[in-house]
């Protein structure tokens, strides 16, 4: 059996690989070029930041395991016969602390602190507590998850939205997407970890960002598609809400002539919420191996008509 | 009675007060000459940035409840028949998200990512976990119990060092004064949330800073003593620890010439770790008034010769 890994940090995950099945062909790629002579005889593929469109040209491939969480890009060009697989659980850890780095961060003012530093100047910042506030998390999966079960730990109240009632046990209510206006006008800090769907396109445009608070923050690590950017452009320009940190964008890179990079109350990130080191990930992808090999349910399946 | 609060922000106090003391005479100053016309007659003071040295003249005085967590100024002035009560608890949720945030801030590299935003930089940035590293808190009091917990939140493991072995059971192995130098050079990050003491005077010196990792991240959320700055100053200047945030300081305001300002590596902040929101310390006042007046034990009473 050939597998074959196409990543920038492809020779970090061979070893992992090749001890979960010895007795199959692993090989490492990070360019198209390289990747040429494997396409033909693939048969199980791990990748990320790889040209979907390549996946036409490998005829006995039968599984692809994406070494992410968020599979947009890849599900659109998945053949019907091949099993697409995406990293579930590895993500939610540093991901939640990405998203409490910043919350907690934005409402302490330690930005601000940092600047009266510069000037040697000694002033006292009014920080706020997120003990009793309420946090909104939409997309309840295993990131979503820990987002709230940090948030817990903090004291805060949870809401949560999600397309069917799984993850409502996290909540102290529960929405649905058609409830997203609502959901967003009653929270204090609303966290966006949803994928890339046809139902959460612009699910964050000028309507629900109006009827949020003027003291609440927005926090995008889902995708960017969720959010009209235009609007959120302006509804920051409007202070409603008040802050807003996005570590993902409409258009990746996010153009340098973005306005969003201008905006004092924009904190960005350039997509790295999730794990940079390949450890979480790569024990995730040997153990599906494991399972594939000896024929168990895979975790992590992507439904093709929902998207993820 | 007389009860006489003095605060800059006396008038936020005096209603919760006068509500747990409705026979009282409740006044509220917040200079010396305002104060001048209670001293002889006050028999309880609230009291938080007052000169201490006013308590002398206060003949009546049986009972000082400091609207702080940190009473080294007041208890050198304090006469043998004054009980002093200092806030406990009130502080522990907000001072930790302080640590917390800072912690997640610098392991995530949020200050980089804002640097490079303001060059409309698209870079990603390594961010390390927390999950699995060694958190270890000096001082295990409310406040540190408070760091140690949300320090379990977020999958660390505890180191912990306090005077007595009160507190041993919020960690996974427990230290003593005498053996700092040992607890610092195992932790990933080392929090001080220390009383000023004879004993915690300068216990973070050049040698405890020499045997840190060079990964490692100090926080001081206690008093300024703990550390001594010029020995911190060279440290940070060696890398060991990597980096620094300090709330508290030898003298406070930080003198504008201070070598700590302008250091890369250490992130200062004007002592503001403790709550700006007068609630939670009012709260705590007026629970502890109310016991006064039926006799009940007191919270928070300072032993004068352990100073805290």
Same mark, same amino acid.
Do not use: K
């Given at each position: 059996?050939?597998?074959?890994?196409?990543?920038?940090?492809?020779?970090?995950?061979?070893?992992?690989?090749?001890?979960?099945? $010895? %007795?199959?062909? /692993?090989?490492?790629?990070?360019?198209?070029?390289?990747?040429?002579?494997?396409?033909?005889?693939? &048969? /199980?593929?791990?990748?990320?930041?790889?040209?979907?469109?390549?996946?036409?040209?490998?005829?006995?491939?039968?599984?692809?395991?994406?070494?992410?969480?968020?599979?947009?890009?890849?599900?659109?060009?998945?053949? $019907?016969?091949?099993?697409?697989?995406?990293?579930?659980?590895?993500?939610?850890? #540093?991901?939640? %602390?990405?998203?409490?780095?910043?919350?907690?961060?934005?409402?302490?003012?330690?930005?601000?602190?940092?600047?009266?530093?510069? %000037?040697?100047?000694?002033?006292?910042?009014?920080?706020? +507590?997120?003990?009793?506030?309420?946090?909104?998390?939409?997309?309840?999966?295993?990131?979503?998850? &820990? @987002?709230?079960?940090?948030?817990?730990?903090?004291?805060? &109240?949870?809401?949560?939205?999600?397309?069917?009632?799984?993850?409502?046990?996290? =909540?102290?209510?529960?929405?649905?997407?058609?409830?997203?206006?609502?959901?967003?006008?009653?929270?204090?800090?609303?966290?966006? @970890?949803?994928?890339?769907?046809?139902?959460?396109?612009?699910?964050?445009?000028? %309507? @629900?960002?109006?009827?949020?608070?003027?003291?609440?923050?927005?926090?995008?690590?889902?995708?960017?598609?969720?959010? /009209?950017?235009?609007?959120?452009?302006?509804?920051?320009?409007?202070?409603?809400?008040?802050?807003?940190?996005?570590? /993902?964008?409409?258009?990746?890179?996010?153009? $340098?002539? +973005?306005?969003?990079?201008?905006?004092?109350?924009?904190?960005?990130?350039?997509? =790295?919420?999730?794990?940079?080191?390949?450890?979480? #990930?790569?024990?995730?992808?040997?153990?599906?191996?494991?399972?594939?090999?000896?024929?168990?349910?895979?975790?992590?399946?992507?439904?093709?008509?929902?998207?993820?």
């Amino acid at each position: 059996m050939q597998i074959l890994v196409y990543a920038q940090e492809a020779r970090s995950y061979i070893e992992a690989l090749r001890e979960a099945a $010895p %007795e199959a062909d /692993v090989f490492g790629v990070s360019s198209l070029a390289e990747a040429e002579p494997f396409l033909e005889g693939t &048969e /199980v593929l791990f990748a990320w930041g790889m040209p979907p469109a390549i996946i036409a040209r490998m005829p006995r491939l039968r599984w692809i395991q994406w070494l992410g969480a968020g599979v947009d890009l890849v599900v659109r060009e998945l053949p $019907p016969d091949v099993i697409l697989t995406r990293v579930v659980g590895a993500f939610s850890t #540093v991901m939640a %602390e990405h998203v409490f780095a910043y919350l907690l961060a934005l409402r302490r003012g330690v930005f601000a602190m940092r600047a009266l530093q510069r %000037e040697h100047a000694w002033r006292r910042i009014t920080g706020l +507590s997120l003990r009793g506030r309420r946090l909104g998390v939409a997309g309840l999966g295993s990131i979503g998850a &820990e @987002v709230a079960r940090l948030g817990r730990a903090f004291g805060m &109240e949870i809401w949560g939205l999600s397309r069917t009632p799984r993850g409502e046990e996290l =909540c102290d209510r529960h929405f649905l997407p058609s409830q997203m206006g609502e959901f967003a006008a009653g929270v204090d800090c609303l966290v966006l @970890v949803l994928p890339a769907t046809q139902e959460t396109q612009g699910i964050v445009d000028r %309507e @629900v960002l109006r009827g949020m608070r003027d003291d609440a923050i927005l926090i995008n690590v889902g995708r960017g598609s969720a959010i /009209v950017e235009r609007d959120l452009v302006e509804a920051l320009r409007d202070g409603r809400p008040a802050m807003a940190q996005l570590d /993902v964008f409409e258009v990746e890179p996010l153009p $340098p002539e +973005s306005p969003l990079w201008d905006l004092e109350n924009c904190y960005i990130s350039a997509h =790295c919420s999730g794990p940079s080191e390949p450890r979480l #990930v790569r024990t995730f992808a040997a153990a599906n191996l494991q399972r594939y090999l000896s024929g168990q349910p895979l975790v992590g399946v992507v439904d093709p008509r929902l998207g993820y």
